[in-house]
């Protein structure tokens, strides 16, 4: 099952990336998230144990992450926990004034196809898009304060 949230952020897409990419401080950054801990580094790829919460419901898995600042794209491949397999993309397209920002997710679960239909339905519309959601609303928050001081400091 795929889905897409987007927003659009008032900030030029290297400083998302910045934010975005500094996945070791997420915990800071999203109220949502209980918890995110660094795995290991191999220099162009590194992976980190997540943890975050939708309504008071705990989630967790391990994601593979790589960054991508030539094409604006940051990748999450999750390699453990319920939603093992899933890809998501974080896509940064340059606009008037800002940037929009997509989450790709694409989540095919591994399990028998009626119950594969029905739990990536569930996984993607209660968990992912309100997860997805929450978290680009806050870095939109967290892009555009930064970037408000920086033109104020500017002048």
């Known amino acids: 099952m795929q889905a897409t949230n987007s927003i659009f952020i008032k900030a030029p897409p290297e400083k998302i990336m910045d934010l975005v990419g500094n996945v070791q401080r997420w915990q800071?950054?999203?109220?949502?998230?209980?918890?995110?801990?660094?795995?290991g580094d191999d220099g162009s790829v590194r992976t980190f144990e997540m943890g975050a919460s939708r309504s008071g419901i705990p989630v967790s898995w391990v994601a593979e992450f790589q960054a991508f600042p030539e094409s604006h794209k940051l990748r999450f491949t999750h390699v453990g926990g319920i939603t093992k397999g899933m890809y998501v993309?974080?896509?940064?397209m340059p606009s008037e004034g800002g940037t929009n920002v997509e989450i790709y997710h694409d989540l095919r679960l591994r399990w028998p196809p009626v119950f594969r239909q029905i739990g990536e339905l569930v996984i993607t519309k209660l968990f992912i898009e309100h997860i997805a959601s929450r978290t680009l609303r806050r870095f939109k928050e967290l892009a555009e304060s930064s970037e408000e001081r920086h033109s104020q400091n500017e002048n």
Request: net charge positive; proline share 6%; glycine share 0%.
């Open 28 to 39: 800071e950054y999203l109220p949502h998230y209980r918890y995110v801990r660094a795995l």
């Open 89 to 92: 993309e974080w896509r940064l």
